[in-house]
């Protein structure tokens, strides 16, 4: 306990709030640091903002050593700091490292010698190496001797029942070995397993490893089910079929696009690093992302076609969409394709309305709230198309045969159903 000491955790969102939560149950005194005074005050007062922790958990976490706070003083009372802060795109689809510089410059203005500085926040190669440990060494700190640094990829996967944070093995590449032992030593508290790698870097590429799959298998799934409509194959149905070999195949889905925090981002710190440090394009995740971000503009020519069948335009047709997170069963909404799609056809003279289970309010277009519809019911039946975006639970297990309103489901859910559009 001495080495790992206290703990500050820097950032406390959807993943540095998990982190807190478990460290504070395995009795290490935490502080959550946040510049985000509405999220200080919210976490003290005893509430939530995270999917994935519900205010009684903060409540008990504030019983216990922790606290919240955004004053970066606090960085000097510990002596493991954990930096987990987004890294968002630019506006150019480049990293944007702002979030990551400002943490590595306040931990460095204040955190004492021998302390551990962790990055947790999912980057390209090199960070931890090329831009970490220069601030620290410029402040006078000599890694791997008064100072230690490691990289550990978050793998929060937000509204999991199964894996949580502790049962999640924990990979862990440390600057130096000594960096890589104490590192270890203190995830080795608050996870079931400790993965160590020989390096940052390799930590670094690990995240970039797990998500980049997902991508371009999503996108294989996208672009091949463009194709099976004209091949006149159900491809969700050969999905599942294909599902059905025990060894060498996962199942990926085709979808309306890719939202979230980390797949529509993270591929592309990727092949950012591989055109900067090696001058040539990563085509794979230049293409995926062309083929994810085409799905909006697909289905909105799906819902095009889909009303001409039935004599519409969709100008004034009244469109209610289903399902506007970017997952489904939870209420996060970060990224989510429902977004452009709803912007394309609005933009097409469409009367749209919505439902999700987890979004009361749903902003479109800046300042322009759009109000969930009351009853679910009646808006299927005051529609000319229902159009499924996400596969929410409740959608899932609704009864269609009931409506007589025409389905058109972006999500292969309800397959059985003849009737149904489907991508
Ligand atoms: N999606 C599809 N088809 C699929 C799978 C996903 O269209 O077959 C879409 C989803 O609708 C969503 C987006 O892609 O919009 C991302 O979905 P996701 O299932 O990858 O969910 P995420 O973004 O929450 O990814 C997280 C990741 N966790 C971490 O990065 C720590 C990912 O590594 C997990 O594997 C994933 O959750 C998971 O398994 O749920």
């Not at 996870?191 to 799959?213: F, H, Q």
């Not at 929410?392 to 159903?417: A, C, K, M, Q």
Request: a negative charge; aromatic letters at 8%; hydrophobic letters at 40%.
């Amino acid at each position: 306990m001495t080495e790992v000491g206290n703990l500050v955790v820097v950032g406390q969102g959807y993943v540095g709030l998990p982190l807190a939560q478990e460290a504070v149950q395995a009795g290490i005194h935490t502080v959550g640091l946040d510049l985000n005074e509405a999220v200080v005050d919210g976490l003290n007062d005893g509430r939530s903002h995270v999917d994935d922790l519900t205010d009684s958990d903060v409540a008990q976490m504030l019983e216990n050593s922790y606290s919240a706070t955004s004053d970066p003083v606090a960085i000097s009372q510990a002596q493991t700091i954990v930096i987990c802060v987004p890294t968002p795109l630019s506006k150019d689809g480049t990293p944007d490292m702002a979030y990551v510089n400002g943490a590595i410059e306040m931990v460095a203005n204040y955190v004492q010698p021998y302390s551990l500085v962790s990055l947790e926040s999912t980057t390209y190669p090199g960070t931890t190496e090329d831009l970490l440990k220069p601030v620290l060494e410029e402040h006078g700190f000599k890694v791997g001797y008064d100072i230690f640094l490691a990289y550990s990829p978050e793998r929060i996967n937000p509204g999991d029942e199964t894996y949580g944070f502790r049962n999640t093995p924990k990979v862990v590449g440390g600057a130096t070995k000594e960096c890589s032992r104490r590192a270890s030593a203190f995830y080795a508290m608050i996870v079931d397993e400790v993965v160590p790698v020989s390096g940052t870097r390799e930590a670094e590429m690990t995240k970039l490893i797990e998500n980049t799959y997902r991508h371009v298998n999503i996108a294989l799934m996208n672009e091949l089910v463009q194709a099976a409509r004209g091949l006149k194959v159900d491809l969700n149905e050969s999905i599942r079929a294909a599902k059905t070999k025990p060894f060498g195949y996962q199942a990926f889905y085709p979808g309306p696009g890719v939202g979230g925090h980390c797949i529509p981002i993270d591929p592309n710190y990727l092949s950012y690093t591989i055109k900067t440090e090696l001058g040539h394009p990563f085509r794979f995740v230049e293409l995926a992302q062309e083929v994810n971000q085409s799905m909006p503009a697909y289905v909105v020519s799906r819902i095009s076609d889909i009303l001409n069948s039935l004599g519409k335009p969709i100008n004034n047709s009244s469109i209610l969409l289903l399902g506007v997170t970017y997952k489904s069963n939870i209420a996060d909404q970060r990224e989510s394709p429902a977004v452009p799609i709803a912007r394309l056809l609005a933009g097409k003279g469409a009367q749209l309305s919505y439902h999700d289970p987890h979004v009361a309010k749903w902003t479109v277009l800046e300042g322009d709230d759009f109000e969930r519809v009351p009853s679910l019911d009646e808006a299927l039946q005051q529609s000319d198309l229902v159009v499924i975006l996400q596969n929410h639970s409740i959608y899932v297990e609704f009864p269609w045969v009931d409506i007589s309103t025409p389905v058109f489901d972006t999500r292969g859910v309800l397959t059985e159903n003849p009737d149904v559009y489907q991508l």
